[in-house]
C-alpha cells in the first residue's frame, strides 16, 4: 500500500501490562461471548490452557486482582514501523468513513486503537494475543496485540501491508455495526435461537466487515498498489473458519463456524473492493 503521504490517526493508546494484569473492567460476562464469537465454545476452554500453559492466570479473564496496565500516548518518534503503519491505516478509515457519513447528514465518531503486548485490558475483559485482533464494543476501541503482524506473516501465509489494512478495516466494520445499531440486533436474536443459528448470524456480521474493509480500499485508491488485492484474498483465504480448522487437523464443522468460510471471506471483501459501496453489504438479506 501507498502509505507514506498517508496522515496517521491521533486516535490511540498504548498499553504497558508488565508488572500487572488484573482490574478488567467488563469481566466474565463480557469477555467469554467475546472469545466464543472469535473461537467457538472450544476456543474458551483452549485459550484458558494456553494461559495455564504459559503461567498466566486465568483467573485474570474473571476480572480479578492485580494492578491495572499503564496507558500511555507515546510520540511518532517512539512508535514501532508497524504502529505507524497501522495508525496510517486507521487515520485513512476515519477520512473515508466520514465522508460516507457525512453524504447521509451524519458526523462519524471514530474508535480509539490501542496497542498491546502479549496481555492488556479492554472493556470487554481481558487482552490476550491468543485471540488476536478484536473490537469491543463496550468501550468503542480496537485492540491489537504488537506482534500480530508477524502472526499474519508466519501463522497464516500472509505478508505484506494490505492484509494489516484489511484486518484493521475489518475491525472498524464492527465499529460501524455498533454505531449504527447492527451489533446490538444481532446480539438480541442470537439470545433467542440455538447455538449453531447464533453462529450462522455471527457469520453474516463477520463477512459484513470484511465488505466493509473491502468499501475503505476501494474509496481510498491512492492506497492501492499492484499485488495488494492478492494479498488481500490471501490473508481472507488464510483466516476463514474452514482454513483454520483443517490447518488444525479438525474436520470443517459448519455449524461451528463464527467468521465464515474462506470462499465466503474472499466473496464479501471483493464485494467491498468492486464496489465501495456499503449498501452492497447487506449480508443478512
Same mark, same amino acid.
Given at each position: 500500500? +501507498?502509505? =507514506?503521504?498517508?496522515?496517521? %490517526?491521533?486516535?490511540?493508546?498504548?498499553? =504497558?501490562?508488565?508488572?500487572?494484569?488484573?482490574?478488567?473492567?467488563?469481566?466474565?460476562?463480557?469477555?467469554? @461471548?467475546?472469545?466464543?464469537?472469535?473461537?467457538?465454545?472450544?476456543?474458551?476452554?483452549?485459550?484458558?490452557?494456553?494461559? $495455564?500453559?504459559?503461567?498466566?492466570?486465568?483467573?485474570?479473564?474473571?476480572?480479578?486482582?492485580?494492578?491495572?496496565?499503564?496507558?500511555?500516548?507515546?510520540?511518532?518518534?517512539?512508535?514501532?514501523?508497524? /504502529?505507524? #503503519?497501522?495508525?496510517?491505516?486507521?487515520?485513512? #478509515?476515519?477520512? +473515508?468513513?466520514?465522508?460516507?457519513? /457525512?453524504?447521509?447528514?451524519?458526523?462519524?465518531?471514530? @474508535?480509539?486503537?490501542?496497542?498491546?503486548?502479549?496481555?492488556?485490558?479492554? &472493556?470487554?475483559?481481558?487482552?490476550?494475543?491468543?485471540?488476536?485482533?478484536?473490537?469491543?464494543?463496550?468501550? /468503542?476501541?480496537?485492540?491489537?496485540? #504488537?506482534?500480530?503482524?508477524?502472526?499474519?506473516?508466519? *501463522?497464516?501465509?500472509? @505478508?505484506?501491508?494490505?492484509?494489516? &489494512?484489511?484486518?484493521?478495516?475489518?475491525?472498524?466494520?464492527?465499529?460501524?455495526?455498533?454505531?449504527?445499531?447492527?451489533? =446490538?440486533?444481532?446480539?438480541?436474536?442470537?439470545?433467542?435461537?440455538?447455538? $449453531?443459528?447464533?453462529?450462522?448470524?455471527?457469520?453474516?456480521? !463477520?463477512?459484513?466487515?470484511?465488505?466493509? $474493509? &473491502?468499501?475503505?480500499?476501494? *474509496?481510498?485508491?491512492?492506497?492501492?498498489?499492484?499485488? =495488494?488485492?492478492?494479498?488481500?484474498?490471501?490473508?481472507?483465504?488464510?483466516?476463514?473458519?474452514?482454513?483454520?480448522?483443517?490447518?488444525?487437523?479438525?474436520?470443517?464443522? @459448519?455449524?461451528?463456524?463464527?467468521?465464515?468460510?474462506?470462499?465466503?471471506?474472499? !466473496?464479501?471483501?471483493?464485494?467491498?473492493?468492486?464496489?465501495?459501496?456499503?449498501?452492497?453489504?447487506? #449480508?443478512? %438479506?
Amino acid at each position: 500500500m +501507498r502509505l =507514506d503521504d498517508e496522515q496517521e %490517526s491521533s486516535h490511540f493508546e498504548v498499553q =504497558d501490562g508488565r508488572g500487572g494484569g488484573g482490574g478488567f473492567g467488563g469481566g466474565l460476562g463480557m469477555l467469554l @461471548p467475546l472469545v466464543g464469537s472469535r473461537f467457538g465454545c472450544g476456543g474458551i476452554v483452549v485459550v484458558l490452557i494456553v494461559m $495455564a500453559v504459559m503461567g498466566m492466570n486465568p483467573l485474570t479473564l474473571l476480572g480479578g486482582g492485580g494492578q491495572p496496565v499503564e496507558t500511555s500516548r507515546p510520540g511518532p518518534q517512539e512508535l514501532s514501523a508497524i /504502529q505507524r #503503519t497501522s495508525l496510517q491505516v486507521l487515520g485513512s #478509515t476515519e477520512r +473515508r468513513w466520514a465522508d460516507i457519513f /457525512q453524504a447521509h447528514g451524519q458526523q462519524y465518531p471514530p @474508535p480509539t486503537l490501542v496497542f498491546y503486548s502479549q496481555s492488556g485490558q479492554s &472493556g470487554c475483559g481481558a487482552a490476550q494475543s491468543a485471540m488476536g485482533p478484536f473490537y469491543c464494543p463496550a468501550d /468503542q476501541r480496537i485492540y491489537i496485540d #504488537t506482534d500480530f503482524s508477524r502472526e499474519m506473516e508466519q *501463522r497464516f501465509n500472509a @505478508p505484506g501491508d494490505f492484509p494489516i &489494512g484489511y484486518i484493521i478495516a475489518h475491525e472498524v466494520g464492527h465499529h460501524i455495526q455498533t454505531i449504527d445499531g447492527t451489533a =446490538d440486533k444481532v446480539r438480541n436474536a442470537q439470545r433467542r435461537v440455538t447455538e $449453531a443459528q447464533g453462529n450462522a448470524l455471527q457469520v453474516k456480521m !463477520e463477512l459484513q466487515a470484511d465488505c466493509y $474493509a &473491502g468499501v475503505w480500499a476501494a *474509496r481510498d485508491t491512492n492506497l492501492m498498489e499492484p499485488g =495488494d488485492l492478492e494479498e488481500g484474498m490471501r490473508a481472507a483465504q488464510a483466516i476463514g473458519d474452514d482454513t483454520l480448522q483443517k490447518s488444525a487437523g479438525q474436520r470443517p464443522v @459448519p455449524e461451528s463456524f463464527t467468521h465464515g468460510t474462506a470462499a465466503q471471506r474472499m !466473496e464479501w471483501l471483493r464485494k467491498g473492493l468492486e464496489t465501495g459501496d456499503p449498501a452492497q453489504c447487506d #449480508t443478512f %438479506s
